[in-house]
């Protein structure tokens, strides 16, 4: 996971993790759509610092155990270009946590909810309703 952390940075460049939320082209192709994005996303209060950034080397822990222990269905939703928290990322993640599920939107970046608001809302509407008849992560 830290190999693909490293990676994602690496492709990031020098731009900060607010400036690859979105899929490239997302805002050329829908600017008053990335501009409300950048509105509400200014209103969000500021984080500590580091607060996003990957657990110190001599971390070795893991909470997929854990999720896995709690018997819950569970659901990965990532977008395609995502340059923060990659599609392998998650697929890793979703191996690790059996009946997992594991969706990534086509054409979206980090903030696939915002870029394919329907699309993420069907995936996570279909998903919910199975999780309530316990038929989802079978």
């Known amino acids: 996971m830290r190999e693909l952390q ?13 400036e690859h939320a979105l899929a490239p082209g997302y805002e050329e192709a ?11 996303n200014a209103i969000n209060p500021p984080r500590p610092k580091g607060m996003l950034g990957r ?20 659901l990965y939703i990532v977008g395609e270009h ?7 990322m998650i697929r890793q993640a979703k191996s690790l946590v059996p009946g997992a599920e594991y969706h990534e939107v086509k054409g979206a970046g980090h903030s696939c909810y915002f870029e394919r608001a329907g699309e993420w ?14 038929t989802a992560g079978k």
């Open 30 to 40: 829908n600017p008053g759509m990335a501009l409300l994005y950048r509105q509400l």
């Open 121 to 134: 809302n069907e995936v996570v509407g279909d998903f919910l309703r199975r999780a309530g008849r316990g």
């Open 82 to 88: 995502d340059l923060i928290t990659s599609p392998e």
């Open 55 to 74: 657990p110190p080397p001599t971390y070795r822990g893991s909470t997929h155990e854990m999720l896995a222990a709690l018997a819950v269905p569970v």
């Open 6 to 18: 490293d990676e994602a940075k690496d492709e990031r460049g020098d731009g900060g993790l607010r």
